[in-house]
Every structure is written in C-alpha cells, then in structure tokens.
C-alpha cells in the first residue's frame, strides 16, 4: 500500500495523521515507511514524525528549501528546480516495507513545478491518494475540490480523515456528497494537544483500527 498523504490546505494536520496511521498499521502487524519527498520552510515534518513515531522506517526529503512556501516557488528563490526523477530515485532505493506514506505539501494541487503538482508525483510513484480534511468551516467545499480533482486526474481517492475537534453531522453531510465517487469518511481524528507520541501511538490504533487498516489495503490493491 503506496499512500500519498494530502490535505484541503497547508496547516491541516498531514504529518500528525500520518504518525497516528503509522501508529494504526504497525498495530495491525505492517511495516510502513514516511517519506516527504519535498520539505519547505523551517518546519522539519520528517522530524517531527520521526519524534512521534521512533520506530518507523524514514526517508530524508529529496529537497529542502528555506522559503514556506510551495515547493516550486521556494525553489525559484533558491535558483534551483525540482526533478521528479529525482524524487522518484528516491523513493525506489527504499527497503521492504508493507506500506508507504508519502507526505504532501499543502493541497492536492500544489505546484513541485510549473507544469507538475502532487498528482503528478502521485502517478509517478504509483500512490493512491488520502485526503486529509479539517473540521473547520469551509471544510464541506475544500474537501470536495480535493476529492474531484483527485478523481478527474485518475487517481485512486482511498477515503477522507477529518482531523480536529468534534463536529456532529458532518462526516454523514461529507459521505452523502462524495458518494457519487465512490469516497467517503473513512477515520475522524481528535485534536492532539499536546502532541506527543504515546498519544499518538494509543489514538492511532482507535482512529486506524484493524479493519480500516484492512479496507484501506484493499482499496489500495
């Protein structure tokens, strides 16, 4: 299971529902792997997910770039291009593991260069896709965005996690609308403050028990 771990936005929680899904498939007896193929700003979210979960297998980022913003803007700055050949390269001298989450940056749509976004990184790692939404408002239509531009790009939507406190109704309003693509709610994920990894290992098993485990594979396949 190859996963490209995306959101409706920056700031929406990727790297924490990554930990805590790592926390579910290690659970379910699965080796997976991180991996954040291209890292910006000051925010290190390859050691933040390595703080948060010690046992799990990391790749480095194929490129770090100082300025917070997109991938291929914050290269600009630096004179530099993003290749993704490189990150494919990558990617591929991995070792054996069951599952990879390979971490986005921002949204599903968010430039690596000027002709290529994360769907294109999506195919060409082989990644199906899980959308990472929050529970604020104006989640309704981020989500939906992220969904359809998924689909029309012919990628494989496994399911949508909510990330945040509470919000009674919403996953069933999320799962009626993007019924028709076959999508929905598949965890919904509290907020984790503080944030720490016994926490994240304990919430990780109940957010990602076995049989989502399970569906997600089989989705995958």
């Known amino acids: 299971?190859?996963?490209?771990?995306?959101?409706?936005?920056?700031?929406?929680?990727?790297?924490?529902?990554?930990?805590?899904?790592?926390?579910?498939?290690?659970?379910a007896g699965l080796h997976a792997g991180y991996f954040k193929a291209a890292q910006t700003g000051d925010d290190d979210?390859?050691?933040?997910?390595?703080?948060?979960?010690?046992?799990a297998l990391t790749l480095q980022p194929s490129y770090r770039l100082a300025a917070p913003q997109a991938p291929w803007r914050a290269a600009l700055l630096e004179g530099a291009s993003i290749d993704l050949a490189r990150i494919g390269a990558d990617f591929a001298a991995r070792a054996p593991r069951d599952a990879w989450l390979v971490e986005g940056a921002g949204g599903l749509t968010v430039p690596l260069t000027a002709t290529m976004d994360y769907r294109?990184?999506?195919?060409?790692?082989?990644?199906?896709?899980?959308?990472?939404?929050?529970?604020?408002?104006?989640?309704?239509?981020?989500?939906?965005?992220?969904?359809?531009?998924?689909?029309?790009?012919?990628?494989?939507v496994l399911g949508?996690?909510?990330?945040?406190?509470?919000?009674?109704?919403?996953?069933?309003?999320?799962?009626?609308?993007?019924a028709p693509l076959s999508v929905e709610v598949v965890a919904e994920c509290p907020d984790l403050t503080p944030l720490e990894p016994t926490r994240v290992a304990a919430d990780g098993r109940s957010c990602f028990p076995a049989r989502t485990v399970v569906a997600l594979r089989e989705r995958a396949a």
């Open 1 to 27: 299971m190859r996963v490209l771990v995306t959101g409706t936005d920056t700031g929406i929680g990727k790297t924490t529902v990554c930990a805590l899904l790592h926390a579910g498939l290690e659970a």
């Open 45 to 55: 979210d390859t050691a933040t997910f390595e703080w948060l979960r010690p046992s």
């Open 120 to 156: 294109d990184l999506a195919r060409a790692l082989g990644l199906s896709v899980l959308v990472v939404a929050s529970t604020r408002l104006g989640t309704i239509n981020h989500t939906r965005l992220t969904v359809e531009a998924a689909c029309n790009a012919g990628l494989r």
């Open 160 to 178: 949508v996690v909510l990330n945040g406190p509470p919000d009674e109704g919403l996953r069933g309003c999320l799962d009626a609308l993007l």
